[in-house]
């Protein structure tokens, strides 16, 4: 019984070894004495080659069927970006020694294009730009230092620049520089025209919640923040402080029945205005995460309970889900973090991030698809020739020319490209099979570009 057993081990291992061999001696014999049999009609391969599998994976990705792709070119296009932060490195980085200023520019290079391709483009602005005096940001994060942000203007300059319609100031590093810091970066973005929501001068501005016409669509924009670093949460509950920002706290938090009371009332007075489309930019998670927490899932339901369409979070530092949410029959986008835009601490997936498209239908104005693109953060000399990292689209990492890089560099590429659209997608598209933008519908999943 054994010996019969170990035959038949040894016959099956030879055969697998010997196979190709013994498939050429029968095509041969076959041929010889067999001619008017077909042998293109038949395989007997066992195991199907890479190019095979390859074709296999791409054909369980549905394609843009002619409907879909005609709804993405008419869409209305709001594309989000998480947090735009300059760390210790990136400020000295961004300083040109022979004209003595600085210039962050080159950062948004690779991706104004995207920008200018979108009808209206919002991003989180992660820090203060309370002035030159008070010192720039102390930390690259993770040093050992504690961390105070704090951006020249220049940097305000560079985000309005690269295309940005609006940005959110709610945020945890909002009182890195305290409440004049925190006014001082009011005033520098009223002066240089960038819109801006979530942190607020007083009481009547907080009221004022923003509703924006874009291409004749009203979409009306919620900021909120779980807090900000330094203060604890009963700081802002305080009659003094209100005013400051929207803050949303945990559900076993004193303030939880106020904080919901204050929500629904937001909601409330949106719906005032008769916008088509609600959009939330909430300020929270755990960071480092590639999934939201119980904190964001608790959230984004009661958001979208209050009627929000469009559900933008961010803070966790890394990139996670999109999805879409069902809430009395309506279906409601959320991306729970498109991860860090670009800095310097490029550890824990910190050079992995997204930019996120979402596409309203113009005459309802509600989001019926969305997409991201995998972004790479890429220095092009390296830190010591003091070039500062820039946000690059994977794809334009891989199509342009101009951009070098080494075989180690490109494994990175190939990862950040596998994570994102794993994490995003929850479909990972691999680098061969590349595009610029991956398409998600609701109930769909990924649908693939031809």
């Known amino acids: 019984m054994i010996k019969d057993f170990i035959i038949l081990l040894l016959s099956i291992f030879f055969f697998i070894i010997l196979r190709k061999q013994i498939l050429f001696f029968a095509k041969r014999f076959v041929r010889k004495f067999f001619p008017k049999i077909n042998l293109k009609s038949f395989s007997v391969r066992a195991i199907p080659s890479k190019s095979e599998v390859k074709i296999c994976k791409e054909l369980v990705y549905p394609i843009l069927s002619s409907e879909q792709n005609l709804a993405i070119k008419n869409a209305i296009i709001i594309s989000f970006t998480g947090d735009l932060i300059l760390l210790k490195d990136m400020v000295e980085n961004g300083f040109d020694t022979n004209s003595y200023q600085y210039n962050f520019d080159s950062i948004f290079q ?24 008070r010192g720039f940001s102390t930390s690259c994060f993770n040093d050992g230092i504690p961390i105070y942000l704090n951006f020249p203007k220049e940097y305000a300059q560079a985000v309005k620049n690269a295309g940005f319609d609006m940005v959110t100031l709610a945020n945890n590093h909002m009182l890195d520089q305290g409440v004049d810091g925190l006014y001082a970066t009011l005033n520098e973005l009223d002066r240089i025209g960038l819109t801006h929501t979530g942190t607020y001068r007083n009481e009547h501005e907080k009221s004022v919640i923003p509703l924006v016409n874009i291409r004749g669509i009203r979409v009306a924009i919620l900021a909120y923040t779980y807090g900000s670093n330094y203060y604890d ?15 949303i706290v945990a559900p076993g938090n004193k303030h939880i ?38 904190f964001q899932k608790y959230w984004c339901k009661v958001f979208a309970k209050n009627g929000a369409d469009i559900i933008l979070s961010d803070h966790p530092h890394a990139v996670q889900p999109i ?28 050079d992995a ?49 101009e951009i070098v890089f080494g075989k180690y560099e490109y494994d990175r590429i190939c990862d950040v490209q596998k994570l994102v659209t794993r994490v995003a997608l929850g479909t990972e598209i691999p680098i061969n099979n590349i595009q610029d933008r991956y398409f998600i519908f609701p109930k769909i999943g990924y649908v693939r570009q031809e």
């Open 257 to 294: 029945k106020e904080s919901l009371e204050a929500v629904k009332d937001d909601f409330l007075e949106a719906k005032k205005m008769n916008p088509d489309v609600i959009v939330v930019i909430p300020h929270m998670g755990k960071q480092f995460r590639h999934s939201p927490d119980e």
């Open 233 to 247: 949460t009963d700081f802002f509950y305080k009659d003094e402080n209100r005013h400051l920002s929207r803050i």
């Open 353 to 401: 991030s997204m930019i996120v498209e979402c596409y309203l239908n113009p005459v309802t104005g509600k989001p019926f698809a969305s997409a991201c693109i995998p972004i790479y953060a890429f220095c092009k000399y390296g830190k010591e020739k003091k070039e500062n990292y820039c946000g690059v689209p994977v794809s334009t990492m891989l199509w342009n020319k």
């Open 323 to 350: 999805e879409w949410m069902i809430e009395s029959d309506r279906e409601i986008l959320v991306v729970h973090c498109p991860g860090n835009f670009v800095n310097s601490y490029t550890k824990r997936d910190g």
């Open 110 to 133: 690779y991706v104004k294009d995207y920008y200018a391709n979108a009808d209206y483009n919002i991003g989180v602005f992660e820090g203060p730009v309370a002035g030159e005096e």
